[in-house]
């Protein structure tokens, strides 16, 4: 079986098909999908697909990097506000993102630095979104990391140099998707040389679709198409990579 640890399956896009969506993912053998918050917007649709699969849509909690402009502090004191309910299995999806906008780069950092110490204190993984900003991500990670803190590094596309990085860090995995189905993108050969041994699957749904899929809808039935591309990257099989990554994504998310 396997576990899609990150996937925005309340998106607008799966409006008109969401229930037998959820249905394909488990006909397909993904029978957990891990749900990250992306703003005030997002946690309504988020609770309902979560109430509507309560075994299987589990739902984290925290404030996107792009969703932080230049005053935070109300939507952040309600992501604070919300943690402390219990309900949620990771404070995510946090980071920072370069990509779009460096406008707010301070208020990323400080952001991101205050959903990793509540992480800390309710003994919650972190969700990191990492776009174009490895090291101011993973700087404040190495800063605040300690035997408590563990998580994921989101849509992990870096170097092996960058992979060694942050397994080093001793409670972080890999978040593998469709690009290492890519045949520019890098992550097949990343992945040759790093191994599975810290990785776990992901989808990003309803982007980041893998090949042959690409440039449409995501979803998360997809998830053995990147167990196969990553089975065939580290000379293992499908069975093992399911094996292996699930556990992984057991011990990160256990509450």
């Known amino acids: 079986m396997f576990i899609d640890t990150h996937c925005h399956l309340y998106h607008k896009q799966f409006d008109p098909d969401r229930d037998e969506m959820v249905r394909r993912a488990l006909d397909a053998g993904v029978s957990r999908l891990m749900l990250p918050n992306i703003d005030m917007e997002s946690v309504g649709p988020m609770h309902a697909l979560a109430d509507a699969f309560p075994d299987v849509c589990l739902p984290m909690m925290g404030l996107h990097p792009c969703s932080v ?63 174009e900003s490895f090291e101011e991500t993973i700087a404040i990670v190495e800063a605040e990391n300690g035997p408590e803190l563990r998580g994921v590094f989101h849509c992990f596309t870096g170097t092996p140099e960058q992979a060694q990085r942050i397994i080093a860090l001793g409670g972080f995995m890999l978040g593998i998707g469709g690009v290492i189905t890519y045949p520019k993108g890098g992550l097949f050969e ?61 011990r990160i998310f256990h509450r």
């Open 69 to 131: 402009g230049e005053y935070p502090a109300k939507d952040l004191s309600e992501v604070e506000r919300l943690l402390h309910t219990g309900r949620y299995h990771a404070v995510g999806e946090i980071g920072i993102d370069l990509h779009w906008d460096k406008t707010w780069l301070a208020q990323q950092r400080e952001a991101f630095r205050l959903q990793v110490l509540w992480a800390k204190e309710l003994d919650l993984p972190v969700v990191i979104h990492c776009r």
């Open 190 to 250: 990343t992945m040759q040389a790093v191994g599975p041994e810290h990785c776990m699957l992901e989808t990003d749904a309803p982007y980041l679709a893998p090949v042959p899929y690409r440039g449409k809808r995501n979803e998360s039935a997809y998830i053995p198409i990147i167990a196969e591309k990553l089975a065939l990257a580290t000379d293992r099989t499908v069975a093992e990579i399911a094996t292996i990554t699930t556990a992984n994504a057991e």
